[in-house]
Every structure is written in C-alpha cells, then in structure tokens.
T-cell receptor, first 114, second 114 residues
C-alpha cells in the first residue's frame, strides 16, 4: 500500500519570505499523481498544485512550485512571497490513477507571521 | 456555480445513536467521495460513488455506509456510534469516474460523539 509522510508537523515563516514543505511517499508504481492541498480554518480542502509522475518538469502555480524527485520519491512544496492568507494546514497526497482514491499525509501546519 | 455543499455543518450525537450526513456535489458532477479526518489518523478514504454505484471502499467497519441518488447527491450513515467516530467528514465531487485528480471538496461535517 502507498504511504505518504510529511515530517514537519508545524512550520512558520515571515510574511514575504519563502518556505518549503517536505513530503515523501512510498510506491512501486511508475505512473501516478501527486498533490498538495491546503486546508484553511474554513475546513475546505483546496487544491494548490498537482504533478503527474510521468512529467519531468516541476509544476508551478503562481507563488507555489514543487520539487519532484521521482527516484528519491520526494515531492516538496515551495511557497514564495508568503502571505498571511497562506496560513493553513497543508496536505501532501498520492493517487495511483484516476480511478483510485487519494492517500494523504498527516499534514503540516503552516503559520505566516506578519 | 455552487460548490460542494455538506449538511449539517456540526452535529453532536451520543454513543449508540446513528447519524446521516448529506453531500450535494457541484452541478454536473457525478462522482462523490467521502473522507474521514481525525487528529490521530489524518484523512482516510471511506467510499466513492458514481452513478448510484459504490465504486471504491476504504477500510472501515460495516457501520459506515453510504448511497448516492439519481441526482448525484450522496448520504453517508454511521450506525451504533462510537466515541472514535468523532471526526470531520469531508465530501468531494468530481466530474466523472476518471477524473479523481479534479476533486472539489466541501467544508465538511464536524461530528462529535459524546
């Protein structure tokens, strides 16, 4: 079974600075999907960014980018120019294929400090 | 377009009771998934429905059940509630059965079992 590990339970960053959240996963699959979700106090899970394993290029979405290291099974999230609204729980998730459910890590609580 | 709507937002029950949670997906979405979120176990997949049929099921006891109606709305039921069932229950919808990488989540139902 696939597992997802987020080794940083809590992190903090100053506003406008850059922060990197770590995620590692374990799978024997060669093609799969990886995601970062954000869960603010409103509790709604919001998709931040996704990566398809067969794509070599790292995904980017505005201030959010990933460092996908397939061989190392690592999928870190970099948030640039951190904003107060980025304060939330961040979950890394794995999906074997489009027909299977998400497997989530335990999450990293990020606090952006003014 | 309205997002995924979950009702009620909060619920308090006592041990031994049963509970029904409701989820209305985004208009046009035919797949609905349910996840349980607890501080200890994190996010765990419960089940997924597509066109009124259960497509995937997580590793939960038979006390947890669900169904989907012809209008794609879904309900999940937990019978004989236990203290450990206290959790945030999240529902997510996607356009069809092969687009689980495009999940849209609701804000959840927070269930407290006393």
């Amino acid at each position: 079974a696939q597992t997802v590990t987020q080794s940083q339970p809590e992190m903090s960053v100053q506003e406008a600075e850059t922060v990197t959240l770590s995620c590692t996963y374990d799978t024997s699959e060669s093609n799969y999907y990886l995601f970062w979700y954000k869960q603010p106090p409103s509790r709604q899970m919001i998709l931040v960014i996704r990566q398809e394993a067969y794509k070599q290029q790292n995904a980017t979405e505005n201030r959010f980018s990933v460092n996908f290291q397939k061989a190392a099974k690592s999928f870190s999230l970099k948030i640039s120019d951190s904003q107060l609204g980025d304060t939330a729980m961040y979950f890394c998730a794995f999906m074997k294929d489009r027909n299977t459910p998400l497997v989530f890590g335990k999450g990293t609580r990020l606090s952006v400090i003014a | 377009k309205a997002g995924v709507t979950q009702t009620p937002r909060y619920l308090i029950k006592t041990r031994g009771q049963q509970v029904t949670l409701s989820c209305s997906p985004i208009s046009g979405h035919r797949s609905v998934s349910w996840y349980q979120q607890t501080p200890g176990q994190g996010l765990q997949f419960l089940f997924e429905y597509f066109s009124e049929t259960q497509r995937n099921k997580g590793n939960f006891p038979g006390r947890f059940s669900g169904r989907q109606f012809s209008n794609s709305r879904s309900e999940m039921n937990v019978s004989t509630l236990e203290l450990g069932d206290s959790a945030l229950y999240l529902c997510a919808s996607s356009p069809d059965r092969t687009t689980n990488e495009k999940l849209f989540f609701g804000s959840g139902t927070q269930l407290s079992v006393l």
